[in-house]
């Protein structure tokens, strides 16, 4: 869960508080120590997983939901009606109740191995309660339209044997439902789960100790630092810094929430209107989800879907995420030349080579990150290798502090040693012996305490921030366990198939609608997860290649979030732009034109995403870049001058030309792009020849 209460620096008035995620409550007092205490309680847990996998993967899937069902039930009310600052009795039963039953797999692990396929009584009750608050605990959080949606799946494998037709499937009983959802893997147990208790956590845990270490603040500087001067500098700060926070966060709403504060009254401040504001901070937070090296969380399940690397996924996503946020910066570019916005004078930009001489020692970790990720360590592994080399340098730079800066060099080269030492042969107790010796310093240097306090809201944070990916994760395993149990994932695919047969464009456009559609009411995840059981193996068939038709999906269960009418991104930006979060949504979907016709263009040149020949992924490169190039000049009106109408025409169509992998067509386009590239300048220079 990400919260915000933003003061606006244009008028001083404070915002109304947002969350990403459910209605949480402001505990205080005794409740408020609970839940603190659930939180550090359930990271304690889930690095000591990720440090020496203690569990069967069973139980550790099972205790990383009971985890998340204990820390909802206590931060999450049923209703807004009651009180926002205290747990009610009932509630904490409920949590209380959900945390045992995640013992389950745990005590009687041997016992289900055993009666495998033949469920006991007790087996059907306890399963049929942790489904239940399952589902009640992912409506507290999402809301309730994933658990709707999951619930419609739930009854079609319940019923699904009295419908008509083709629609109907054998029948089963209520044991081997129940079975399926709890005591497989094929459930909420499911690879998504597993997932969400390794890779998952992990990343999010570190983008909070990154977050609170002052990160957030570096990449704003840097980004002031460099662009802030130039035409349209606040809008460009405002792309840049949400994509370098995105590759640490992979959460696009709450980069809006928390890089928007800064950018969004930036740019209104220097001319940009309210809608445009929103809609730039929208788009540009967005992509961080397709910004390798920290991808959004689908990133993780998709590379334990296809049981292929991590670093494969980055390879495929890098281009396509790069276009996306080349069309951003084009796009506020365009639109600070037609508006005639300045940047912020250079005297009132930061140094961003002083601001990363002072405080170089937070990009370790990331850099650390990258380097592994891309020399084929696991992320599971790169991620504790990442947040152990975080903490050891947030400690660490507290006691040299009160030493001296000869002291802190010495523990930057003792820190990266034993960072480098968890790849090697030490393995992790060296290293959390290291950090309990950092730990017990800070009690007694200056400062030390703040640290501390740092590394603790980090973990609280961490854990609070979890709980909405985890619950998605956990309970669209009830989609994916129907799915698989009555093999309706099939029909819709032999669908979609039929449609293929006729055109591969109707079939990509269907399989868009429906990421689309979805994306209105439930997350990034649950989309994807749904949208490629479905059709991901269909468009396999028709030839598109496995990991493009993922990524196709994934691309646009993230631009659902832009899309109105919901847009929650749009939703989001609009409580700190105060504009309509609908006029933003569609301006939105108009800057982020790249994330619409980009995975077309994959599908129909896979050399888009790495996957081929580097000739061919030069030249497909460029052709989206020209493209890119006409849809802004198109539709913001405006190039080197203000275009006119049968110019911005001839720019669409040339565009769509470039997108399909056909030479005539791509013949064509360059040449119209050219054409009307040599037409406006000349009638530019004449313009302003006259006016001078």
Request: with cysteine; proline share 5%; hydrophobic share 55%.
């Amino acid at each position: 869960m990400i919260t915000a209460d933003f003061t606006d620096v244009e008028t001083g008035a404070v915002h109304v508080p947002i969350e990403e995620h459910g209605s949480a409550r402001q505990l205080t007092g005794i409740g408020r120590r609970a839940m603190m205490t659930a939180a550090l309680a359930f990271s304690s847990f889930q690095l000591v997983v990720a440090a020496y996998s203690p569990l069967s993967s069973t139980a550790t899937r099972s205790l990383h939901v009971a985890f998340l069902l204990l820390l909802t039930y206590l931060l999450y009310p049923g209703n807004r009606r009651t009180r926002q600052d205290a747990i009610p009795w009932y509630d904490v039963a409920l949590a209380l109740a959900a945390f045992a039953l995640g013992f389950y797999h745990w005590f009687f692990e041997a016992a289900l191995i055993q009666r495998a396929g033949q469920p006991s009584v007790a087996d059907l009750v306890v399963g049929t309660v942790v489904v239940i608050l399952v589902f009640e605990a992912a409506r507290r959080v999402l809301g309730a339209a994933l658990p709707i949606i999951s619930a419609v799946f739930l009854a079609y494998g319940l019923f699904g044997e009295y419908l008509p037709g083709a629609l109907a499937h054998r029948p089963f009983g209520y044991d081997q439902v129940v079975a399926q959802l709890f005591l497989t893997t094929e459930g909420i147990y499911g690879i998504p789960t597993l997932v969400s208790a390794t890779y998952i956590f992990l990343f999010i845990l570190f983008g909070s100790f990154l977050e609170h270490s002052g990160m957030m603040r570096l990449f704003n500087t840097v980004a002031l630092g460099t662009v802030g001067h130039a035409k349209g500098g606040p809008a460009k700060v405002a792309v840049i810094s949400s994509g370098l926070m995105g590759m640490i966060s992979g959460s696009g709403v709450a980069n809006v929430l928390t890089v928007g504060s800064f950018t969004i009254p930036l740019m209104k401040r220097f001319g940009y209107s309210a809608v445009f504001a929103g809609a730039v901070e929208a788009t540009a937070s967005m992509g961080g989800q397709i910004m390798p090296p920290v991808m959004g969380a689908v990133a993780f399940i998709m590379a334990e879907t296809l049981n292929i690397p991590y670093l494969e996924i980055c390879k495929a996503a890098i281009v396509p995420a790069l276009l996306y946020y080349t069309t951003a910066f084009w796009m506020v570019h365009l639109e600070a030349g037609r508006a005639g916005l300045s940047g912020i004078p250079r005297e009132q930009c930061p140094n961003a080579w002083r601001a990363l001489r002072e405080q170089w020692y937070l990009v370790l970790p990331l850099a650390g990150l990258v380097f592994m990720l891309f020399d084929g360590f696991t992320p599971m592994f790169a991620g504790m290798t990442g947040l152990a080399l975080t903490a050891l340098l947030i400690l660490g730079a507290s006691v040299s502090a009160s030493i001296g800066p000869q002291a802190f060099r010495a523990f930057f080269w003792i820190a990266l040693g034993l960072g480098a030492s968890t790849v090697t042969w030490w393995g992790a107790t060296p290293v959390i012996a290291v950090i309990g010796v950092l730990v017990a310093l800070n009690f007694f240097v200056k400062g030390g305490m703040a640290t501390l306090e740092v590394m603790r809201s980090s973990l609280i944070d961490g854990a609070r921030q979890a709980l909405p990916v985890g619950l998605a994760c956990a309970i669209v395993g009830v989609v994916i366990g129907v799915l698989t149990l009555t093999g309706a994932a099939t029909s819709f695919a032999g669908f979609i198939l039929q449609v293929g047969n006729t055109s591969l464009f109707l079939s990509l456009l269907l399989t868009m609608v429906v990421c689309l559609v979805l994306g209105t009411g439930i997350p990034t995840i649950p989309n994807y997860i749904i949208t490629a059981s479905i059709a991901a193996p269909a468009l396999l068939q028709l030839g598109v290649p496995l990991i493009v038709s993922h990524m196709f999906v994934f691309y646009f269960g993230i631009m659902a979030d832009l899309t109105p009418p919901v847009a929650l991104a749009a939703l989001a930006a609009s409580s700190i732009a105060k504009a309509s979060d609908q006029k933003i949504g569609w301006k939105a979907t108009q800057i982020a034109i790249a994330g619409y016709v980009v995975p077309f263009m994959a599908v129909y040149d896979p050399a888009l995403m790495l996957l081929g020949s580097w000739q061919d992924s030069i030249y497909v490169i460029v052709k989206a870049l020209v493209a890119i190039g006409l849809w802004g000049a198109a539709i913001v009106g405006y190039l080197w001058a203000p275009i006119r109408l049968v110019e911005r025409v001839g720019a669409v169509v040339a565009a769509c030309l470039l997108v399909a992998a056909v030479p005539a067509t791509d013949a064509i386009g360059f040449a119209m792009a050219a054409a009307l590239g040599l037409y406006h300048a000349a009638t530019s220079r004449a313009q302003r020849a006259i006016v001078s």
